[in-house]
Structure formats: structure tokens, C-alpha cells
């Protein structure tokens, strides 16, 4: 069983930045690609980054780029997400994902990750 747990989301004033952070165990995490999404209630999940095992390969949703860097330390098990210039429309629950698909280096629909964190409040005031 693999466990994902979110962090680093919280309160702040459009312009600003925050670092997500999410922490893998209970499985070697080099065996993952990982994943980024988001939901407002009422909404259908987005996606927002992924990375790629070995953290060469990234992808990122339209509108988040330029904006938001996804990074991996595969020696502390944990994926980040850097977000920059948010604005209110940031405002969600952010997910981590992983992903176990072999032929996948970067996945990018949600149907293709197998494992989910709780997700944390990222919340973007004007």
C-alpha cells in the first residue's frame, strides 16, 4: 500500500507564493511518476503538473505554466509543487498523485494514477 501525504497549502494574497509538498511511502518512489491536480467543489478535477520517475520529463497544464514548477527528491521520497504569481483562480484542493504505469513517463489523466493523497487547501485572496 502506497501512502501520499499533502502539505505546505494555505492562505495567501494574490501575487504571492507557496510550495506544496508531498511525502510517499510505503513503496519505492523512483517506481512512480508523480502528478499534481486540483478541484473546486462542483468542478471536475484539473490537471496541473506531472514529473517523470527519474525528474527529467515534466508537463504542465495550460493554465498554469510559466507559473508553477513541479520537482522530485527521490532521496526524501517527496514531489513539490512551486507556485508563483497565484492568483484566485489557483484557489483548491491540490492533490499529489502517483502513477505505476511502466509505458507512462509522464501521465497526464487522472485515470492513469493509482494512488491519491487527501489533498490540501490552497486558497488565493485578491
Known amino acids: 500500500q502506497v501512502q501520499l501525504a499533502e502539505s505546505g497549502g494555505g492562505l495567501v494574497q494574490a501575487g504571492g507564493s507557496l510550495r506544496l509538498s508531498c511525502a510517499a511511502s510505503g513503496r519505492t518512489f523512483r517506481d512512480f511518476a508523480m502528478g499534481w491536480y486540483r478541484q473546486v467543489p462542483g468542478i471536475e478535477r484539473e490537471f496541473v503538473a506531472a514529473?517523470?520517475?527519474?525528474?527529467?520529463?515534466?508537463y504542465y497544464g495550460d493554465s498554469v505554466k510559466g507559473r508553477f514548477t513541479i520537482s522530485r527528491d527521490n532521496a526524501k521520497n517527496t514531489v513539490y509543487l512551486q507556485m508563483n504569481s497565484l492568483i484566485p483562480e489557483d484557489t483548491a484542493v491540490y492533490y499529489c498523485?502517483?502513477?505505476?504505469?511502466?509505458?507512462?513517463?509522464?501521465?497526464?489523466?487522472?485515470?492513469?494514477?493509482?494512488?491519491w493523497g487527501q489533498g490540501t487547501q490552497v486558497t488565493v485572496s485578491s
Open positions: 514529473i517523470s520517475r527519474s525528474g527529467v520529463g515534466t
Open positions: 498523485a502517483a502513477s505505476l504505469r511502466s509505458t507512462i513517463a509522464v501521465p497526464t489523466r487522472s485515470g492513469d494514477y493509482d494512488y
